[in-house]
């Protein structure tokens, strides 16, 4: 196995034991803050906690490795991750779950960005595509894995899936230590900049030519999020379904996904290219929402999921290649920025999703559509008006 493959493969593991961490701390959340006497209130900023400082600390992280290095950011996002996760098992008492969970947020969104950047760094434009496809399918099998291991694991403690997923994390960290080499040279770092004002660097991205693409990052995430943090509700008050029935739901949808990412996503977008895999995304997935709302059997549901799996999966790695591509700023400040629009999805897109839930039933479906026809409508509009070569985000 050659050097680069080597490289992509640990840098999928890592990004597999983080996901594999969020699955198992999301259904596992609202018995440990139950044990502690708190509510719903409670776990819902817990939760937010987490998305916020992914969204303000993953451009900071990027742009640092791109002065310093990508691997000394991406050991200490694994070894926050080793840490947090400990004291998520060791905790008694709530604040010390909202320390753990802030203090997660902070140290874990160097992963991601620092990840990317590296495909970025050591990947051709042709390859990008294919990279980030691996790194996702990664994630997806990470997050299929991760609740059915939370709730194995739980039944002797609710402490031990922590304590396991700091081990798979500590192991990651000894393989990135070992094995993976630095893919920006220290010719290229950024090191004699100033340090990098985030806000300044929000207001041009938005105000920019590939502010479009961060936005339509934003959007795809919204309308996912949607779907994922309601449909538990959603299934139980229309097919009064139990944990089972939503759990091989959703399983099918992680292993769609991850399927489609690691083995459709590079291949439809050297086929037909970034920007028709995104337009197409936006459309189909608006359809798939349409259909999942008129399913009313236990296949069919399964069948629409699946269906809107794949619309998603093959979307979000062209939009990350073609950020990537297009982005005239160092790889770390892209993919941080491209990652916190992620997270600011992963905000706004369960609020929604809840909010409108407890007005009608449908309505989350619904809104879903409009929110995709909406993203495929701004990049028609978008892609029109910039040509392959743009200025994009040229200064930071």
Not at 219 to 231: K, P, Q, Y
Not at 309 to 331: D, Y
Request: net charge negative; aromatic share 10%.
């Amino acid at each position: 196995m050659n050097a680069s493959k080597r490289s992509l493969y640990i840098l999928a593991f890592i990004l597999f034991v983080v996901m594999l961490g969020y699955g198992i701390v999301i259904p596992i959340l609202p018995f440990y803050i139950e044990s502690m006497g708190a509510g719903g209130m409670e776990l819902g900023l817990l939760v937010a906690s987490y998305a916020v400082m992914r969204l303000i600390f993953g451009p900071i992280w990027g742009g640092i490795s791109d002065r310093v290095g990508r691997k000394p950011i991406l050991l200490i996002g694994i070894f926050g991750y080793v840490l947090t996760m400990t004291w998520f098992g060791l905790a008694t008492q709530l604040w010390m779950l909202f320390a753990a969970r802030i203090l997660s947020g902070i140290l874990s969104s160097a992963t991601a960005p620092t990840t990317m950047a590296y495909i970025g760094d050591s990947a051709s434009e042709e390859e990008r595509g294919g990279g980030m496809g691996l790194l996702g399918a990664a994630g997806g099998i990470g997050v299929i894995i991760g609740p059915a291991l939370g709730g194995f694991l739980a039944g002797e403690s609710l402490s031990t899936p922590f304590f396991i997923a700091a081990g798979l994390a500590f192991l990651a960290l000894i393989l990135a230590i070992i094995f993976l080499p630095e893919s920006h040279p220290s010719q290229e770092r950024a090191e004699d900049q100033e340090p990098i004002d985030n806000l300044r660097i929000w207001r041009e991205a938005i105000n920019s030519p590939v502010g479009a693409l961060f936005i339509l990052i934003f959007i795809s995430t919204s309308g996912l999020m949607i779907f994922a943090n309601i449909f538990g509700l959603y299934g139980l008050e229309r097919f009064n379904y139990e944990p089972k029935e939503v759990g091989i739901i959703m399983m099918a949808l992680g292993l769609v996904s991850a399927l489609t990412q690691g083995l459709l996503a590079g291949p439809a977008t050297k086929t037909w290219g970034d920007e028709l895999v995104i337009k197409a995304g936006f459309l189909v997935t608006a359809i798939a929402f349409g259909l999942m709302l008129l399913a009313n059997t236990f296949l069919t549901v399964i069948l629409t999921t699946a269906f809107f799996a794949l619309t998603v999966s093959l979307q979000s790695p062209a939009l990350f290649s073609l950020t990537s591509r297009r982005a005239k700023v160092p790889q770390g400040i892209a993919m941080g920025l491209s990652n916190s629009f992620v997270s600011l999805g992963r905000i706004v897109g369960p609020i929604l999703g809840g909010v409108v839930l407890d007005i009608h039933l449908n309505l989350p479906y619904i809104s879903g559509a409009i929110i995709m026809l909406a993203g495929f409508a701004f990049s028609l509009v978008w892609f029109r008006s910039q040509s392959s070569d743009g200025d994009l985000l040229s200064e930071y």
